[in-house]
């Protein structure tokens, strides 16, 4: 890095004249939030303004505010400077969309004071460009865009206003007004202006002091001898560090740069996938997911998930970068109907069902051999009745397993290469029943109906597993097709109560010193499907009111009420066998 220029400068400096300051697309948007608006606010109220109120001048209270470090490009002639912003963004974004925000409040103040007017004119002259263009993008002095380009035209033009552009289009289609951190940095600085800096002094003295107590650094770069991206991923740890998924993006783009339909592949592809996941974590998690199939074992998280994929992808050109972006865009909606079938519900309705039971298992560690497994299924290479055998097969896998509460630990370590060793074999199905036996993981008949009988089924931190295993025996059971609404359905009562009065104590007699009491009474042999209502009725009532009470619409409840004896543990024991028979054949194995 040159270091004969660096020097302090002020924002007033930055902004003035024809400039144009750019933020490069391997950075990331806006992303400063209230912690770190607060703080700058703090910093001017606390260590700025009274100095003010001592006698400094507004130059003399100054208040370092960090660096920013640009790379000065070409311009055309007449037209300004033109800067690319390596690091400094979030400061520089503030500066501007706040010193935006106070322009437009003295042009709503100048009917209460007659120089609220000529403050906001000096506001803009420095935020804003003179120079004509067809694209009225241009008037502005910095200039992003992943969705901040338009919120920043209207911070500074007024939100009624709509730039005259050919990218507005495009920018229309990905700005979710409310969903962004200028919006929310607009939101903020509205109620901050309601309580503090109202009237047009207290205004203008905030803008001067953005102006001019405020100093960076500046340090500019040599384009012919730096980095500018290998600079600025060196230093993104400081402030706000980049994300992994903002790092991907970064390198994954790289060689797409100057392609001509960059911005259309970063919005349409990169920006719809990730407009799939409420949160970033989430699509990072499914980047990890996606990233692990065919790996040895799931790539780490966070900050692991960019350096695998940048070792990975090392030489990335623009073939395989779009090839890669292609994957990324296309999957994620396969991912959602992996993690969240009952919202995102695959085309199939046969696939739809297994994978929400897949999902009930909570075994989220299958998910790489799931989405590989879809993936493949989509693009025409798995038929149908293939995928759903190969599905099924895992769920019987998970129910067994999660059943006989068996380890999990080697699952991080065989799921994510195993779709790809048993996709192209003559018998798919019976090439995984192989790798479950060689990964000691497979559970044999006589393990998953003991666990049944002597295990528990109900947990309350898995209430969505033990409803399904009690849904699909009764699904077993109906005898005529006519299944119930289990949506309504859809608690869990247990026969002998989870806590027992006086009563229940009485009525099972020497069974309440059973050690394995809580055991029995959480199993399966003790547990039927009611609605709410009717679970919350029969409460702790003696064991012939409640099975009276009972509605006969579920098959589980029907085959209860066939018991007319004593209900103690050998009546749940023996129950619990019955129910396991039916289970074997609903988590069969194939061969």
Not at 370 to 380: I, K, N, P, Y
Request: with cysteine; hydrophobic share 35%; aromatic share 10%.
């Amino acid at each position: 890095m040159p270091q004969d220029n660096v020097r302090n400068r002020t924002f007033q400096e930055i902004f003035e004249g024809d400039v144009r300051y750019e933020i490069p697309f391997f950075q990331r948007g806006y992303a400063w939030e209230k912690k770190q608006w607060d703080q700058l606010f703090e910093d001017i109220s606390e260590e700025i303004l009274p100095d003010l109120d001592d006698g400094s001048s507004v130059e003399e209270a100054e208040h370092f505010f960090g660096p920013i470090v640009v790379l000065e490009k070409a311009f055309s002639e007449g037209e300004g400077r033109h800067f690319v912003v390596i690091d400094g963004q979030q400061r520089i974004t503030t500066v501007y969309l706040l010193l935006a925000h106070i322009m437009q409040r003295l042009e709503r103040l100048q009917h209460k004071a007659g120089d609220a007017l000529g403050f906001a004119l000096q506001l803009r002259t420095l935020l804003t460009n003179t120079q004509t263009s067809d694209d009225d993008y241009q008037r502005l002095k910095l200039l992003s865009t992943k969705g901040d380009r338009l919120p920043t035209y209207r911070a500074v033009f007024g939100s009624e206003h709509n730039p005259v552009s050919p990218h507005y289009l495009t920018d229309v289609q990905i700005y979710r007004p409310g969903h962004n951190q200028v919006d929310e940095f607009t939101t903020y600085v509205e109620r901050k202006f309601k309580h503090q800096f109202n009237d047009v002094p207290s205004l203008w003295q905030l803008a001067t002091v953005l102006l001019k107590s405020l100093k960076v650094v500046w340090i500019p770069l040599d384009d012919r001898k730096d980095d500018p991206q290998a600079i600025f991923e060196s230093l993104n740890d400081k402030g706000m560090p980049l994300s992994a998924s903002e790092l991907i993006c970064s390198h994954l783009f790289r060689p797409l740069q100057g392609v001509s339909d960059f911005e259309q592949l970063h919005n349409m592809h990169w920006l719809q996938a990730i407009r799939l996941f409420p949160k970033r974590e989430q699509f990072e998690e499914y980047l990890r997911n996606l990233f692990s199939i065919g790996e040895k074992k799931m790539v780490g998280k966070h900050r692991k998930i960019y350096v695998y994929f940048k070792n990975k992808y090392r030489h990335l050109n623009a073939t395989s970068a779009r090839h890669r972006l292609s994957e990324i865009h296309e999957c994620a909606k396969l991912y959602g109907y992996v993690v969240n079938p009952e919202e995102k519900m695959h085309p199939d309705p046969a696939i739809r069902k297994v994978l929400g039971a897949i999902s009930h298992t909570r075994m989220d560690s299958c998910t790489p051999f799931v989405l590989g497994l879809l993936r493949t299924h989509a693009q025409g290479s798995l038929q149908t009745a293939q995928a759903l055998a190969l599905l099924n097969e895992l769920l019987t896998l998970l129910v067994r397993r999660k059943m006989t509460e068996q380890p999990t630990t080697m699952y991080d370590t065989m799921f994510p290469r195993l779709f790809g060793l048993v996709a192209n074999e003559p018998d798919p199905v019976k090439a995984l029943q192989e790798q479950f036996r060689r990964n000691g993981v497979w559970v044999s008949d006589q393990e998953f109906e003991e666990a049944l009988v002597h295990r528990t089924l109900y947990r309350s931190r898995d209430l969505a597993f033990t409803r399904m295993v009690l849904a699909e025996i009764d699904r077993k059971l109906q005898t005529h097709g006519q299944f119930p609404d289990y949506s309504t359905t859809n608690t869990i009562e247990h026969i002998i109560p989870q806590s027992l009065d006086d009563h229940w104590q009485a009525y099972l007699g020497d069974d309440v010193n059973d050690q394995r009491l809580d055991t029995y009474v959480n199993s399966i042999g003790n547990l039927c499907l009611l609605s709410a209502p009717a679970n919350s009725h029969a409460g702790q009532n003696p064991f012939v009111s409640k099975i009276e009470s009972y509605s006969d619409v579920t098959a589980l409840v029907r085959e209860l009420k066939a018991h007319d004896s004593t209900w103690n543990l050998e009546a749940v024991r023996e129950r619990s066998r019955r129910l396991a028979a039916t289970a074997l054949i609903t988590w069969s194995w194939t061969i």
